[in-house]
């Protein structure tokens, strides 16, 4: 399942407004994707733990690459995600803000593919799958 979601990204020139497709799937039970796009283009691709999102929209959570924190704004309540990569030598960071609403909705919708509780790594066959290669 999927959504999309639009963000704000804070830069030194100002705000841009970004959309982004969060993606959850039963066989991944404890990761949701984000892709960021500007127009046709994916800019990034980021994978959060479901769990630290949730935490996220009420505490500041995560340390190094990642960090979540409540944010209230003048529009309403947000949550801040902070993004630090070290890539082939650069490094690069990036603020974004989302509408905790719009988070909600789709963390909500996560749960009704494998409830809080319920998620299940299958190690076995995951071992298998990288003993392959």
């Known amino acids: 399942m999927s959504s999309l979601i639009a963000v704000r990204l804070e830069t030194d020139g100002g705000t841009v407004l ?3 497709r969060l993606s959850y ?5 404890y ?3 984000a892709d960021f796009f500007d127009g046709p283009a994916v800019l990034a691709s980021w994978q959060f733990d479901r769990e630290m999102l949730v935490e ?3 505490r500041p ?8 924190r409540p944010h209230r704004e003048a ?3 947000e949550v801040r995600i902070g993004l ?3 890539a082939d030598d650069l490094e690069g960071q ?6 905790v609403g719009a988070l909600t909705g789709f963390l909500d919708r996560t749960y009704e593919v494998v409830g809080e509780g319920e998620e299940f790594l299958d190690l076995d066959t995951l071992l298998q799958e990288f003993l392959a290669r």
């Open 56 to 58: 996220g929209l009420s």
């Open 18 to 20: 970004l959309l982004a």
């Open 94 to 99: 990036a603020v974004l803000f989302v509408d």
């Open 31 to 33: 990761t949701v994707r």
């Open 25 to 29: 799937a039963a066989d991944q039970p």
């Open 61 to 68: 959570v995560g340390e190094g690459d990642v960090t979540l």
């Open 84 to 86: 630090r990569s070290r």
């Open 75 to 77: 529009g309403g309540d």
